[in-house]
């Protein structure tokens, strides 16, 4: 009998250890892969400080973004915007009339403005009925012009008098610039919302099966436009971090980082159609992706390769997961 | 009434077929004998196997056991496709039409008239135009798309496909149950006309005077088995709906408390109508008592328990204590004390990927939140309290939902409410799927609930169910409340009666 059949299988593979563990040991070893090819190729360049703190600083920016994506779809959406709101909050938060009140209000107006984008689409995807695809591309086409039309199409700099900002790039606190901190505040803030909240149980029960959800009484329109304000809320965030590390705002932050950031989601393990994934997941697939476009410039190789080796990375991570899936369950 | 036809061999012989699901055992050794030309009549009450067989004989489903004879010669129906290849076409209750395609391109769907990959527009249409003709609707353009027509040339557009893949033998679903009065006289007429050609006809339908106007003969299945095979049509209802409900298995009900009339009304519902559902329905349930929704599938009960419950917009009034229930929100439902276990577990109730904990707890988060943070400790011992209490087998909360049985699921979802105390729970289908030694636990958790003064509303397609578990029983048919009486004082019979009487019966009564 089927019944009968399965729990020893289980007992050796408890619930968690079943969805969790397994495809990240694939994520951990395909990383350590990784930093044994970086330190056959270029031993005198990969290991070294300069080298590892600029990878954290390059990943905290889409870091953070990928905290918020991976919550929208496990929630059983998607975000394309995540880019072009972040562009957004930048250039709204660099404007000069922003600007003269310096850096707190700055840091304020980038998490209001990313929020409220957010929260923009959650209406429409929720209680308009839209599909998330077509909400947030029209959001990311209009956040964009937006971001064009305030700034003129000009990059704006970040004022002297508010380096305070620039400094949490440039200040290091044990080697680490603070962006870094940022993004690891942002990524355990996040977990603990997940894992350990009533929030983060409804956004599993939401993606999984919406209508269960609905009828054991939790409200999915309200949950699900929340779910898209924190993602851009995470967009306000990280616009903080890119005014930082470039000193600017300029609607050109953040192009085509919403294909990156779904793609550390899905290679993470997060189901497209979700209910299921886990922040480390992304947070791991993200550094994949960082730690190849590191490897591609160290060693002086092309974009265009760079670009290839990625598509390639995307394909093999979601066969092996299905063949996991398939096997494990 | 056509003629009944000769007595040739038959061209469908299915011999002592059995289907296995997990937990269950759809189908127990099934016969059925269709000859070529005649209409065949498949009759049970819902669960009694009929849309698994339709399932084997259209190739969706393999049996386990038994074989298929067509013309004699035993066939294997591995794919709806080999189905359709050996002539058996089936039209299933939701059409399966595409909206967007034309008339013709729907009718031709999957054996399209081509060249290289370019189909062959003007004779598409004219083959679908003969094909409707013959149906006797040459009225229908072949060009039209198939969403702009109303349900009954949809019928005829799905018949007209069957016939385009020469078939022999037609399976229909329930095809009057969408269909107005003068319509199910039109599918009548076009039924005769393909038997006159010598196709054959399998016909499900839950209007038994349906079955004596179209029929030649009967068969009659119940609890996965054949009870009577071939009969003619003409053979009395009584005799019919006995052997549809004459049960080998007895079901094990708890014993009904004593009643009482001083017990507190907690739901009242006043005048509650959806168009074109069900309307005006009143009635109203006390603490402790189980109140059962006796009729059809598409009767309209199960959206009345979705109505009360604010997952299906209504007007009229809920009342639940006394309070106004607002319409439309199943949060406040539950925050109200409501508890819905849905109609279709697995779509409707369960998160199958997650453990039996987190199914259990996932309506009373907030029980074991404090500002949002989860206590998961004080949720797993109460998951695991449950377990034990409702007996889930195997008792490990931690094991994803799915890998349970059907009962162990439903326990489960009934755990869902156990969590926060309830004042109404609404039950719909609490035992389908379910096997019959599960059932029996299951009615012993709700007579206990309802003990434990909690009220009550049952629905289940099961007319002994109702009767058994429930203390008072309300008849609904074609979205109305037709009757009410104590448990009781009705036997299987008489609801049958009741759920089935077509309305042209009906006014010949009065």
Same mark, same amino acid.
């Given at each position: 009998?089927?019944?009968?059949?399965?729990?020893?299988?289980?007992?050796?593979?408890?619930?968690?250890?079943?969805?969790?563990?397994?495809?990240?040991?694939?994520?951990?070893?395909?990383?350590?892969?990784?930093?044994?090819?970086?330190?056959?190729?270029?031993?005198?360049?990969?290991?070294?400080?300069?080298?590892?703190?600029?990878?954290?600083?390059?990943?905290?920016?889409?870091?953070?973004?990928?905290?918020?994506?991976?919550?929208?779809?496990?929630?059983?959406?998607?975000?394309?915007?995540?880019?072009?709101?972040?562009?957004?909050?930048?250039?709204?938060?660099?404007?000069?009339?922003?600007?003269?009140?310096?850096?707190?209000?700055?840091?304020?107006?980038?998490?209001?403005?990313?929020?409220?984008?957010?929260?923009?689409?959650?209406?429409?995807?929720?209680?308009?009925?839209?599909?998330?695809?077509?909400?947030?591309?029209?959001?990311?086409?209009?956040?964009?012009?937006?971001?064009?039309?305030?700034?003129?199409?000009?990059?704006?700099?970040?004022?002297?008098?508010?380096?305070?900002?620039?400094?949490?790039?440039?200040?290091?606190?044990?080697?680490?610039?603070?962006?870094?901190?940022?993004?690891?505040?942002?990524?355990?803030?996040?977990?603990?919302?997940?894992?350990?909240?009533?929030?983060?149980?409804?956004?599993?029960?939401?993606?999984?099966?919406?209508?269960?959800?609905?009828?054991?009484?939790?409200?999915?329109?309200?949950?699900?436009?929340?779910?898209?304000?924190?993602?851009?809320?995470?967009?306000?965030?990280?616009?903080?971090?890119?005014?930082?590390?470039?000193?600017?705002?300029?609607?050109?932050?953040?192009?085509?980082?919403?294909?990156?950031?779904?793609?550390?989601?899905?290679?993470?393990?997060?189901?497209?159609?979700?209910?299921?994934?886990?922040?480390?997941?992304?947070?791991?697939?993200?550094?994949?992706?960082?730690?190849?476009?590191?490897?591609?410039?160290?060693?002086?190789?092309?974009?265009?390769?760079?670009?290839?080796?990625?598509?390639?990375?995307?394909?093999?991570?979601?066969?092996?997961?299905?063949?996991?899936?398939?096997?494990?369950? | 009434?056509?003629?009944?036809?000769?007595?040739?061999?038959?061209?469908?012989?299915?011999?002592?077929?059995?289907?296995?699901?997990?937990?269950?055992?759809?189908?127990?050794?099934?016969?059925? *004998?269709?000859?070529?030309?005649?209409?065949?009549?498949?009759?049970?009450?819902?669960? +009694?196997?009929?849309?698994?067989?339709?399932?084997?004989?259209?190739?969706?489903? &393999?049996?386990?056991?038994? !074989?298929?004879?067509?013309?004699?010669?035993?066939?294997?129906?591995?794919?709806?496709?080999?189905?359709?290849? &050996?002539?058996?076409?089936?039209?299933?209750? *939701?059409?399966?039409?595409?909206?967007?395609?034309?008339?013709?391109?729907?009718?031709?769907?999957?054996?399209?008239?081509?060249?290289?990959?370019?189909?062959?527009?003007?004779?598409?249409?004219?083959?679908?135009?003969?094909?409707?003709?013959?149906?006797?609707?040459?009225? %229908?353009?072949?060009? /039209?798309?198939?969403?702009?027509?109303?349900?009954?040339?949809?019928?005829?557009?799905?018949?007209?496909?069957?016939?385009?893949?020469?078939?022999?033998?037609?399976?229909?679903?329930?095809?009057?149950?969408?269909?107005?009065?003068?319509? /199910?006289?039109?599918?009548? #007429?076009?039924?005769?006309?393909?038997?006159?050609?010598?196709?054959? /006809?399998?016909? %499900?339908?839950?209007?038994?005077?349906?079955?004596?106007?179209?029929?030649?003969?009967?068969?009659?299945?119940?609890?996965?088995?054949?009870?009577?095979?071939?009969?003619?049509?003409?053979?009395?209802?009584?005799?019919?709906?006995?052997?549809?409900?004459?049960?080998?298995?007895?079901?094990?009900?708890?014993?009904?408390?004593?009643?009482?009339?001083?017990?507190?009304?907690?739901?009242?519902?006043?005048?509650?109508?959806?168009?074109?559902?069900?309307?005006?329905?009143?009635?109203?349930?006390?603490?402790?008592?189980?109140?059962?929704?006796?009729?059809?599938?598409?009767?309209?009960?199960?959206?009345?328990?979705?109505?009360?419950?604010?997952?299906?917009?209504?007007?009229?009034?809920?009342?639940?204590?006394?309070?106004?229930?607002?319409?439309?929100?199943?949060?406040?439902?539950?925050?109200?004390?409501?508890?819905?276990?849905?109609?279709?577990?697995?779509?409707?109730?369960?998160?199958?990927? &997650?453990?039996?904990?987190?199914?259990?707890?996932?309506?009373?988060?907030?029980?074991?939140?404090?500002?949002?943070?989860?206590? #998961?400790?004080? !949720?797993?011992?109460?998951? +695991?309290?449950?377990?034990?209490?409702?007996?889930?087998?195997?008792?490990?909360?931690?094991?994803?939902?799915?890998?349970?049985?059907?009962?162990? &699921?439903?326990?489960?979802?009934?755990?869902?409410?156990?969590? !926060?105390?309830?004042?109404?729970?609404?039950?719909?289908?609490?035992?389908?799927?379910?096997?019959?030694?599960?059932?029996? *636990?299951?009615?012993?958790?709700?007579?206990?609930?309802?003990?434990?003064?909690?009220?009550?509303?049952?629905?289940?397609?099961? /007319?002994?169910?109702?009767?058994?578990?429930?203390?008072?029983?309300?008849?609904?048919?074609?979205?109305?409340?037709?009757?009410?009486?104590?448990?009781?004082?009705?036997?299987?019979?008489?609801?049958?009666?009741?759920?089935?009487?077509?309305?042209?019966?009906?006014?010949?009564?009065?």
């Amino acid at each position: 009998m089927l019944t009968e059949a399965t729990p020893t299988n289980v007992a050796r593979k408890p619930f968690l250890g079943r969805i969790g563990e397994v495809p990240h040991l694939g994520l951990v070893a395909a990383l350590v892969l990784l930093a044994i090819v970086g330190l056959v190729t270029r031993p005198e360049n990969f290991a070294t400080s300069s080298n590892l703190v600029s990878i954290l600083a390059l990943a905290s920016t889409i870091g953070v973004i990928t905290v918020g994506m991976t919550f929208v779809i496990i929630g059983g959406g998607i975000d394309l915007s995540v880019g072009a709101v972040m562009a957004l909050s930048s250039v709204w938060a660099t404007t000069l009339a922003t600007q003269s009140y310096g850096p707190a209000v700055m840091i304020l107006c980038a998490v209001l403005v990313g929020t409220g984008a957010g929260l923009v689409n959650g209406f429409l995807v929720s209680y308009g009925r839209m599909v998330p695809f077509i909400a947030t591309l029209a959001m990311l086409v209009a956040a964009r012009g937006l971001a064009q039309r305030m700034s003129g199409q000009r990059t704006q700099l970040v004022q002297q008098a508010n380096s305070a900002i620039v400094e949490l790039s440039t200040t290091r606190v044990l080697g680490l610039p603070l962006l870094v901190y940022v993004f690891a505040l942002v990524v355990v803030l996040g977990w603990i919302l997940l894992n350990r909240t009533t929030f983060g149980r409804r956004t599993y029960a939401v993606g999984g099966n919406p209508e269960a959800a609905r009828l054991a009484g939790i409200d999915v329109r309200r949950h699900t436009m929340l779910l898209y304000g924190l993602s851009g809320l995470c967009c306000g965030i990280a616009a903080v971090l890119i005014m930082a590390r470039t000193t600017t705002g300029s609607s050109t932050h953040g192009d085509l980082y919403e294909l990156d950031a779904i793609a550390a989601v899905i290679i993470g393990g997060t189901l497209l159609s979700g209910g299921r994934g886990t922040i480390i997941g992304s947070i791991l697939g993200l550094l994949i992706f960082t730690v190849i476009t590191n490897l591609f410039i160290l060693n002086g190789l092309n974009t265009s390769d760079q670009l290839i080796a990625k598509g390639l990375i995307i394909v093999v991570a979601v066969l092996m997961q299905r063949r996991g899936a398939l096997t494990g369950t | 009434m056509p003629a009944s036809p000769p007595d040739t061999a038959p061209l469908l012989a299915m011999r002592g077929i059995v289907k296995r699901f997990p937990g269950v055992r759809a189908l127990d050794g099934v016969d059925l *004998e269709v000859r070529a030309g005649e209409v065949h009549c498949l009759l049970g009450q819902n669960g +009694a196997g009929k849309s698994t067989l339709i399932k084997i004989l259209s190739g969706a489903h &393999q049996p386990d056991e038994g !074989e298929v004879l067509l013309d004699g010669e035993p066939v294997r129906l591995a794919t709806p496709t080999a189905a359709m290849r &050996q002539g058996i076409a089936t039209i299933y209750q *939701e059409l399966d039409l595409v909206d967007g395609l034309s008339v013709a391109e729907n009718i031709l769907l999957g054996h399209e008239r081509a060249t290289y990959g370019f189909t062959r527009r003007g004779e598409s249409n004219r083959v679908a135009a003969d094909l409707l003709r013959r149906l006797g609707h040459g009225e %229908i353009p072949p060009t /039209v798309e198939v969403g702009r027509l109303p349900p009954a040339a949809k019928q005829i557009v799905s018949m007209a496909r069957a016939l385009s893949h020469d078939a022999r033998l037609i399976v229909m679903d329930e095809p009057s149950a969408a269909l107005a009065h003068d319509e /199910v006289a039109n599918l009548f #007429r076009i039924i005769r006309e393909i038997t006159a050609q010598g196709v054959a /006809v399998v016909y %499900i339908s839950h209007r038994l005077e349906e079955i004596r106007e179209i029929g030649d003969r009967v068969t009659v299945l119940k609890d996965g088995r054949t009870v009577a095979v071939g009969l003619p049509a003409t053979t009395p209802t009584g005799r019919v709906v006995s052997l549809m409900t004459g049960r080998d298995v007895e079901y094990v009900f708890p014993p009904r408390p004593a009643p009482s009339g001083d017990r507190p009304e907690v739901l009242r519902v006043e005048g509650l109508t959806v168009p074109g559902v069900f309307a005006d329905v009143s009635f109203s349930v006390r603490a402790g008592e189980i109140v059962g929704l006796a009729g059809l599938v598409g009767s309209g009960r199960s959206e009345i328990l979705e109505a009360v419950y604010g997952a299906r917009r209504a007007s009229g009034r809920v009342l639940l204590d006394g309070r106004a229930v607002p319409p439309g929100s199943t949060t406040r439902a539950v925050r109200l004390g409501m508890g819905l276990a849905p109609e279709e577990r697995k779509a409707q109730a369960l998160l199958l990927d &997650q453990s039996v904990t987190r199914n259990i707890t996932l309506a009373g988060l907030t029980r074991f939140a404090r500002a949002g943070w989860m206590d #998961r400790r004080g !949720e797993a011992a109460e998951a +695991a309290r449950l377990v034990e209490t409702l007996d889930i087998r195997p008792p490990d909360p931690r094991r994803p939902v799915k890998t349970l049985s059907g009962g162990n &699921q439903q326990k489960a979802v009934l755990a869902r409410w156990l969590v !926060e105390r309830r004042r109404l729970l609404l039950l719909d289908e609490p035992t389908r799927g379910v096997d019959v030694g599960a059932r029996a *636990e299951l009615y012993a958790v709700i007579r206990r609930l309802a003990d434990e003064g909690v009220a009550v509303l049952l629905v289940s397609s099961e /007319v002994p169910e109702v009767l058994g578990l429930a203390d008072r029983v309300l008849v609904v048919r074609e979205g109305r409340i037709v009757h009410e009486a104590p448990a009781v004082d009705l036997d299987e019979h008489r609801v049958l009666d009741l759920v089935m009487v077509s309305t042209n019966e009906e006014s010949r009564v009065d």
